[in-house]
């Protein structure tokens, strides 16, 4: 009997063998192909996104660029110089030197000829024709008619047409005493531009008042809301006011609403004082103690307008050598209708290192409509500058004179009736020859005490003083005035919106984590969502059976087939 298998046992094993490595390399091969096809490519880096999302240069808007003085492009009425780069500005727009800026010239905006593009090799002066996307305002001709306004934009400049030549209009000044609605009403035979004189404040005077004058020996001034008495050593106040808003008799610091003024009555008690401890040098202002001129003080300059002033003055040692200079700049506060601001500047010309500088502001509050019988609230805040306050606005202005009070010191809410004031004095630190400090004080009023609050929290005041009448102390009606600082070294003691009775808020958010958050979600791009979201869709492609499975499970079943064919052939011929 043979033991060599027969020719069909030999094809049974051959078929059986094939199968069992084709289902083997069928359950043992990866999907990497297939799980890709189900996940997105991934995003492109921040880098590439941005580089892919800058405009092209020559279609950029031309808002992002500041747009350009159209009346100085009227008036001057030059052509633009050739480029040299493949760009031309219009006629009436300013060339600009590419080779001297380094960087391509910025496309016009909208509102002037878009520039044409020209071919390689033919003159830059010969502009190409494009249609404007947008409307465009079309260079009036020399003939001196206004050109009509294109509905759909213009139209650039046809190649070879030169640019026609803009003629400058006429520059006049208007006559001091003719209005603008006269001057513009008027009849004219070509384009012109005309200068009116603009200043709403008046123009600024040098020169220091002189008797007769509106408020002498001050100055008046206001915003509409708030007046100030204003003389040319920095302090406040005048026995008259004739010729200003407030009219005859004294003014300090007046509420125009009401009428009322806060620190003139009775005493012209407001001022101020600057000093060295360690040389005993001292200057200062107060019309009450030290009168006109103040004491060791000569006026460097004085400069007012309707609703400005500035004072600049030289604090002198025995032998006249200047020690320091004082600015006192008073402007209306841009946070707020209810103050004013002053910009104080302390500068050290004594070429000598000054170790401290001490500084003091006082006034007497007198609240109309019940003088010498008002109620006074004092909060220092947490101003590190400050280190003494009470309610004695007739001391000295003398910030050596030492402390003195009437009713009370440091902080008090609604204390009186009284014939009472406040005084604030500030250690500040050294100052080297030549350096200067700087802080701001506020002066002004509201129709109630809430309303003086959100007054103080709109300017980020540091440390104050209210002045009420007797009349309503609690609500501050008919009028609280004000009299505070900011920049010395504390926070803010109301918040912005100026809640009554609440200081400032000076502590982290409750919930910090959300801050952070809410900005990756409102930033992150589209993409980055759509990557988190395929996360899983990966996952589970790995893993559900497909058909690769189903043809590896059937080629093992042809495999067990083919070998039991193969064994039952061998049996028989056996």
């Not at 004082?273 to 460097?300: C, R, Y």
């Not at 000076?506 to 952070?516: L, N, S």
Request: glycine letters at 10%; charged letters at 15%; hydrophobic letters at 45%.
């Amino acid at each position: 009997m043979s033991t060599q298998p027969s020719q069909r046992a030999r094809v049974g094993l051959a078929a059986g063998a094939v199968a069992m490595m084709a289902a083997l390399a069928l359950a043992l091969a990866p999907l990497p192909a297939i799980a890709d096809d189900a996940v997105p490519d991934p995003p492109a880096s921040s880098e590439e996104s941005a580089a892919s999302a800058e405009p092209v240069p020559a279609v950029e808007p031309a808002a992002v660029a500041e747009a350009p003085d159209a009346a100085a492009a009227v008036v001057s009425g030059e052509p633009a110089a050739d480029e040299s780069t493949t760009e031309e500005p219009a006629a009436d727009e300013p060339a600009t030197d590419e080779s001297a800026t380094g960087e391509p010239a910025v496309e016009p905006e909208p509102s002037v000829p878009a520039a044409p593009v020209v071919d390689d090799g033919e003159p830059a002066a010969e502009p190409a024709p494009e249609p404007a996307a947008e409307p465009a305002a079309e260079p009036a001709p020399s003939g001196g008619e206004p050109a009509e306004p294109s509905e759909g934009g213009s139209e650039a400049p046809g190649r070879g047409d030169a640019p026609a030549a803009v003629e400058p209009p006429e520059v006049v000044v208007a006559a001091p005493e003719a209005t603008v609605e006269e001057t513009l009403a008027a009849d004219v035979d070509e384009p012109t531009v005309t200068l009116f004189a603009a200043a709403e404040a008046g123009p600024v005077a040098a020169a220091l008042p002189t008797p007769g004058s509106p408020c002498y020996p001050a100055v008046c001034i206001t915003n509409g809301t708030i007046l100030l008495a204003v003389n040319p050593t920095g302090e406040l106040n005048t026995p008259d006011a004739t010729g200003s808003v407030a009219g005859p008799g004294d003014a300090g610091l007046e509420y125009v609403p009401t009428g009322n003024d806060s620190t003139s009555p009775g005493c012209l008690c407001e001022g101020w004082g600057v000093a060295d401890p360690a040389s005993g040098v001292w200057g200062g202002a107060d019309l009450d103690t030290e009168g006109e001129g103040g004491t060791n003080l000569v006026v460097e300059s004085f400069e007012f307008t309707g609703s400005t002033a500035t004072s600049v003055v030289l604090v002198n040692d025995a032998a006249s050598a200047p020690v320091f200079r004082v600015t006192h700049q008073y402007v209306p506060s841009p946070a707020t209708k209810n103050l004013y601001q002053v910009n104080v500047t302390i500068e050290n010309v004594s070429g000598a290192p000054i170790a401290t500088v001490q500084y003091r502001r006082l006034m007497d509050w007198d609240i109309e409509p019940t003088a010498f019988d008002e109620f006074v609230t004092i909060d220092g805040g947490s101003a590190s500058a400050l280190f003494y306050t009470s309610d004695d606005g007739f001391a000295s202005p003398n910030p050596l004179s030492g402390p003195s009070s009437i009713l009370f010191e440091g902080n008090g809410v609604d204390q009186g009736p009284g014939d009472i004031g406040a005084l604030f004095d500030f250690r500040f630190g050294g100052l080297a020859p030549g350096a200067s400090l700087s802080f701001v004080i506020f002066y002004g009023a509201a129709a109630t005490e809430a309303e003086a609050r959100a007054a103080l929290g709109a300017a980020g005041a540091e440390a104050y003083s209210f002045g009420q009448s007797s009349v309503d102390p609690v609500t501050g009606t008919p009028n609280t005035f004000i009299f505070a600082f900011g920049k010395v070294g504390g926070t803010p003691l109301f918040t912005p919106a100026g809640t009554p009775g609440e200081p400032a808020p000076v502590v982290e958010p409750a919930t910090p984590a959300a801050v952070p958050a809410a900005v990756v979600v409102a930033d992150a791009p589209a993409d980055v969502v759509a990557v988190d979201d395929a996360a899983p869709v990966l996952a589970a492609t790995g893993t559900e059976p497909v058909l690769p499975g189903v043809l590896a499970l059937a080629a093992l079943v042809l495999g067990a087939i083919a070998v039991a064919a193969s064994a039952l052939a061998r049996r028989r011929a056996a």
